[in-house]
């Protein structure tokens, strides 16, 4: 081959490897979604081609180009990956390098531990660099210095795999993307295949008009490939699309362990009181700074509740809103209301993992000298709006977090409410007690939101504040066990504090169907926008939100409001006597209790399950998936095998004994072919005979010759005798040979193409 020709054919290699690459650098966009990202690709893919064309046009050995590889990545793998650590945007910096090369061992993980789309935040772009462009280069290097050119798809597929397993639970167009690699792929592998083949075939006949014919066979045999992977891969994709999946699609990022599990920690509902000692009830916790009038600071929600301890949900008990990710970017919370703040919040006497915050958070920065440390250790909880940081913030800290002040609904408003559906971990059963008040408040009330209004107003109206530590207060138990909340409304005097009332609060809206979690936090009074708001121990509170179908989640404060808490009233009234009805029944009348029958419970009790039968179904059931897993592997086989099948049937049922002859000629050939034997082109059936060499074959070209060219018409017993020797040859052919080899020919392509993708389309009986 010429120079040119092979610089033509090194550059079509190429840009069939850019178009796999890209498809497979499409599984990354969902992660990062970022025209940095789309930069970093672009500029990843050009290096890594660069330096594979060095290396095969100079022919450096490996481990040059590994060198060569190393030294670009470092040159350019800061302002591509790291552009926050980029000198002008343009140059590496020390620091930049550092997490670059550190990047490539503890990138991934963090990768996973994150809420995506990431964009360019930290280095978490390293992990895509090191795929794209390690990829580029060995890709590339095998496609033009590599014998079998094939292999080169293998590092582009292996990113398109990791692409799919650490990107979204929810994948974009995946039929799509997966058959355009499948079709990119084995476009690729055609291609070399098909180059090796005229190679071999240019090398045997030099003659041009040969040779332009065997292209047209070869174009021929491509296009009847194509036709029976399409048939293959569209049964396969209607099989996937017909049976719809159990589950969501299982990824890495759902089964690597979160940064922070709040099962760790103790809840921060248990510890309400210690913010109320004398010691610590008029400490400085918080300076807050454009807090807006009313609003409230929020610790924490819990929507876990076990009968003992209300906690924070946590992902191992499916809860959305145990799962703390960090967060790359400012998040969007633009639907959840219009009134935008900025608030600076400087801890004082406040300290834990809980990071206090205002309304529905968009962006948290961490400022002073452990912002870095800060920022590290920074996780959020979109769902409930809980913010965490495993370093723990103490008295120094400061950061400033833009939020969104929800629009929520007056409480006499949320009469017409109807209960909504997000998804909240069961919680506990409530006392008896409880569910006792609870109907006697809804008692006459009609809708769901008028019962959760009567319910709040009656705890308001009946309910008085204790916090039990002052030597001057009515004694009043801390904690919020079921118990507890037993204790609540089992005297004449209701009496507690916050933590008690806002989970029976809690309590009541599940009982009557609203979706409901517990809030802990401050509730200052402001001292106005652009002034400093000084959180006290004091102002520690707790309320309740519930989801409702019009507003979404919706904050209700339970909370009694303070005033005197009256005389306990005696608990045994004096009995009222009433006189004993002396009146006997009929003496004719039966006890209608000894009519009664006993109750069939036969239908409410169980039907055991036949153990035999449940592993039997079991055991059928395993089997037709694995069947269905086997058929979906070797459909494309067996439509090979079939296609096989039906051409030797219409060539055996031709109308005409000559035709049956011919066809019986024409499926020897094909069987030679498809073992691997690589007649002349355009060899005449003598010809094709002696490349077979064996004397069965030239009978058999001579016997079909005699009939094809003798003046009269063939006998039905030559037709028989030529197919009965073409079973035989076909038995020869296979003889000598391994397994293996023999599955090869009974599947191979080879012989699909030209006019026998013609002939399986025509019905049988019809004239070719």
Known sequence: MSGRRVRLAAIGDILQLWLVTGLAALTLWPIYQSSAFIVLAVTAVLLGTAVASFGAMFRWPAWVVLIVSVAVYAAVGVPLAVPGKAIGGLLPSVDGLVDLFAGIVVGWKQLLTITIPVGDYQSLLVPALVMLFGSTVIACTIALRAR??????????????????????????????????????????????????????????????????????????????????????????????????????????????????????????????????????????????????????????????????????????????????????????SSAGSDRVSVDVTVEGYQGVWVPTVGIMEDLSFSGADSTRLDDGFAFNDTSGTAVDLAGVAAGDSYRIDAVLPDDPSLDTLRTAVPGSAPVPRIADPPEELTTALDGYVEGVDGAGAQLVAAIQGLRAEGYISHGLADDEPPSRSGHSLDRIAELFSGNRMIGDAEQYAVAASLMATRL???????????????????????????????????????????????????????????????????????????????????QLDPDTTADEPQAVDAGLEVLLQTLR???????????????????????????????????????????????????????????????????????????????????????????????????????????????????????????????????????????????????
């Open 513 to 595: 169907g609203f979706p409901a979690r517990v809030v802990l936090g401050f509730a200052p009074e402001s001292a106005g926008t652009g002034s400093t708001t000084v959180v006290r121990g004091s102002d520690i509170t707790a309320w309740i939100e519930v989801d409702t179908a019009q507003y979404g989640w919706v904050a209700v404060d339970p909370v009694p409001p303070v005033r005197p808490i009256p005389e306990e009233q005696p608990e045994d009234p004096t009995p009222v006597s009433r006189p004993e009805s002396i009146v006997p029944p009929p003496a004719d009348r039966p006890d209608p209790r000894e009519e």
């Open 148 to 333: 079998v050119g094939e292999f080169a798809v293998i590092p582009p597929l292996a990113v398109f795999i990791v692409g799919i397993l650490m990107g979204p639970s929810t994948p974009g167009y995946p039929v799509l993307l997966g058959t355009a690699m499948l079709v990119a792929c084995v476009g690729w592998i055609s291609s070399w295949r098909w180059r090796r083949r005229r190679a071999v075939n240019r090398v045997r006949d030099r003659d041009a008009t040969a040779s332009g014919f065997r292209f047209g066979v070869e174009l021929r045999t491509l296009v009847a490939g194509v036709v029976v992977l399409s048939l293959a891969g569209g049964g396969s994709i209607a099989v996937a699309s017909t049976l719809t999946p159990r589950a969501d699609r299982e990824v890495l990022r759902n089964v690597v362990a979160q940064p922070f599990d709040p099962r760790d920690y103790a809840s921060p509902l248990s510890g309400f009181r210690r913010y109320l000692r004398d010691d610590r009830v008029d400490e400085v916790m918080l300076d807050v700074t454009g807090l807006p009038a009313g609003a409230r600071i929020r610790i924490a929600t819990l929507d876990s509740y076990d009968g003992v301890v209300y906690a924070v949900g946590s992902a191992t008990v499916d809860s959305a809103s145990g799962t703390f990710v960090r967060v790359p970017s400012r998040l969007d919370q």
């Open 622 to 768: 395993i089997t037709g998936v694995v069947l269905l897993v086997l058929f979906i592997a070797l459909a494309p086989f067996l439509v090979v095998v079939g296609a096989k099948l039906r051409r030797r049937h219409l060539r055996k049922t031709e109308p005409s004994t000559l035709g049956r002859i011919r066809g019986g000629w024409d499926e020897f050939a094909d069987l030679v072919v498809d073992h691997g034997l690589a007649p002349p082109p355009s060899a005449t059936r003598a010809e094709l005979a002696a490349a077979v060499g064996t004397l069965p074959s030239r009978v058999l070209a001579a016997v079909v010759d005699r009939a094809v060219f003798a003046p009269d018409a063939p006998s039905e017993a030559d037709a028989e005798r030529v197919w009965v020797a073409v079973g035989e040859l076909r038995t020869s052919l296979d003889s000598g040979r391994t397994r293996r080899e023999r599955l090869r020919a009974l599947i191979s392509v080879r012989s699909l193409g030209g006019g026998s993708v013609r002939m399986l389309l025509r019905r049988p009986g019809a004239r070719p």
